[in-house]
């Protein structure tokens, strides 16, 4: 069964300061994304990652992918109030763009 | 708006009616998903459409559920005789497949919100 492991599920932190959302999975994977989700709001796509080693960045968010390991992170920079929200990331283990498994979510709050 | 766009917004039903749910994907985008997601968790992918072929169920989609696209554009995923662990929230998605392939970002509608009483 693929498994798809979100750490931490909660986070609170203080603006300005750095941290990082893990994500852990259960089979080969190739391609992993990272979506974003505001309280009663759909999913928003951040990142696309495709290949190991593959890094991208977007302000304050860069997410990379480790594929030996299983393990994308999703780093967080100076975080601001606008970052609040849900981070899903979701593994296609269908090779082929359609069925993404996701985590639980990791819900972050940022706070002056 | 040129996102993709998903009507009603909420449903509430009682159980062991039908309840259908539109989607309308972005219009170049040849691919078509659907998503379910409860309180708490991460979407679970149903099922979904490149052009009008419906390609691929998941196991979650029991014999109650229907999804057409019967002209390659517009969705409907139709739920006879709801039970109350029907109740979620139904996402839709779409993309394109073809150019830059393994590129392609999927964009969720807003979803539909159904609760079985």
């Known amino acids: 069964e693929l498994k798809v492991e979100q750490n931490p599920l909660f986070l609170s932190m203080q603006e300005g300061k750095n941290y990082t959302i893990y994500c852990n999975y259960s089979t080969t994977s190739d391609r992993l994304y990272w979506y974003r989700q505001d309280p009663g709001k759909s999913l928003e796509s951040l990142f696309v990652l495709l290949s190991n080693g593959a890094v991208k960045q977007e302000g304050r968010l860069m997410a990379s992918l480790d594929t030996k390991a299983r393990l994308s992170t999703l780093h967080i920079t100076a975080a601001v109030h606008d970052l609040s929200a849900t981070y899903f990331c979701?593994?296609?283990?269908?090779?082929?763009?359609?069925?993404?498994?996701f985590g639980k979510g990791t819900s972050l709050l940022v706070t002056p | 708006d040129t996102g993709v766009s998903q009507d009603p917004r909420h449903k509430i039903t009682k159980r062991g009616q039908n309840v259908t749910f539109r989607c309308d994907p972005i219009s170049e985008h040849n691919r078509l998903y659907w998503y379910r997601q409860t309180l708490g968790q991460g979407p679970e992918f149903l099922t979904y459409f490149q052009n009008e072929a419906q390609l691929e169920k998941s196991r979650l989609l029991s014999d109650r559920f229907s999804a057409e696209r019967p002209k390659g554009s517009f969705s409907t995923l139709e739920i006879q005789r709801t039970e109350q662990g029907d109740s979620a929230m139904y996402l839709c998605a779409s993309s394109v497949v073809g150019f830059g392939f393994g590129n392609e970002k999927l964009f969720f509608g807003s979803g539909t919100q159904l609760s079985v009483l």
């Open positions: 979701a593994v296609d283990y269908s090779n082929s763009g359609y069925a993404l498994n």
